[in-house]
C-alpha cells in the first residue's frame, strides 16, 4: 500500500486511460463508460476512502475485459 490516498490513485488510474483503444458511443469513450461503472460499483460510504478502494477495483476490472464490458466501443 502507498501513501497515496484512494482516491488519488483512483483519479491517477481513470485519468491513464488510453481512450485511442477504443471508439465511442453515443454517452463516451472508454475512460467515460469505466468511469461510470467503476461509481455506480462502487461500496461503501460515498466519496469515502473505501469507497474510492472499491472504485478503483472495480475500474481495474473493467479496464482488464473492456470488450467484453464495453462491445460497442470498437477498437
Given at each position: 500500500?502507498?501513501?497515496?490516498?484512494?482516491?488519488?490513485?483512483?483519479?491517477?488510474?481513470?485519468?491513464?486511460?488510453?481512450?485511442?483503444?477504443?471508439g465511442r458511443d453515443q454517452y463516451g469513450d472508454l475512460r467515460w463508460h469505466i468511469e461510470c461503472s467503476a461509481?455506480?460499483?462502487?461500496?461503501?460510504?460515498?466519496?469515502?476512502?473505501?469507497?474510492?478502494?472499491?472504485?478503483?477495483?472495480?475500474?481495474?476490472?473493467?479496464?482488464?475485459?473492456?470488450?467484453?464490458?464495453?462491445?460497442?466501443?470498437?477498437?
Amino acid at each position: 500500500m502507498t501513501n497515496q490516498s484512494a482516491k488519488t490513485r483512483y483519479d491517477a488510474f481513470i485519468a491513464s486511460i488510453d481512450v485511442s483503444i477504443a471508439g465511442r458511443d453515443q454517452y463516451g469513450d472508454l475512460r467515460w463508460h469505466i468511469e461510470c461503472s467503476a461509481e455506480a460499483n462502487a461500496t461503501g460510504d460515498n466519496q469515502s476512502e473505501e469507497w474510492f478502494e472499491s472504485a478503483l477495483e472495480s475500474a481495474r476490472m473493467c479496464a482488464d475485459d473492456w470488450k467484453s464490458f464495453y462491445p460497442q466501443l470498437k477498437p
